[in-house]
Nanobody, 125 residues
Framework: QVQLVESGGGLVQAGGSLRLSCAASGRTFSTSAMGWFRQAPGKEREFVAAISRSGSSKMYADSVKGRSTITRDNAKNTMFLQMSSLNPEDTAVYYC??????????????????WGQGTQVTVSS
């Protein structure tokens, strides 16, 4: 069993930066790829970024590519998403997700087995 807890969300002005964290419990963290998704009001949840078990492979949605960095610290069971140049379109609840003992990344929501409760990010113009 894996439990995921996001933190680091909040209110930020357009152009600002945030670093989201995802703390995981359970041994699956170090054996699984991880990802970030987000859901804006009235919209479906969408892929943001993903990182392989080792951290050597990363994927980004086009909407955040070039201004976001996903990393992980397997020794601390923690994953991060550093986001910069934020704009109001980034406003959403951000979710951390983990695959179930699968090393490789995927953009597909169905490929993730464990989910956190989410952290709100609000970008003001």
């Amino acid at each position: 069993q894996v439990q995921l807890v996001e933190s680091g969300g909040g209110l930020v002005q357009a152009g600002g930066s945030l670093r989201l964290s995802c703390a995981a419990s359970g041994r699956t963290f170090s054996t699984s790829a991880m990802g970030w998704f987000r859901q804006a009001p009235g919209k479906e949840r969408e892929f943001v970024a993903a990182i392989s078990r080792s951290g050597s492979s990363k994927m980004y949605a086009d909407s955040v590519k070039g201004r976001s960095t996903i990393t992980r610290d397997n020794a601390k069971n923690t994953m991060f998403l550093q986001m910069s140049s934020l704009n109001p379109e980034d406003t959403a609840v951000y979710y951390c997700a983990a695959r179930n003992n699968v090393y490789s990344t995927t953009m597909s929501e169905s490929g993730y087995y464990y989910w956190g409760q989410g952290t709100q990010v609000t970008v003001s113009s």
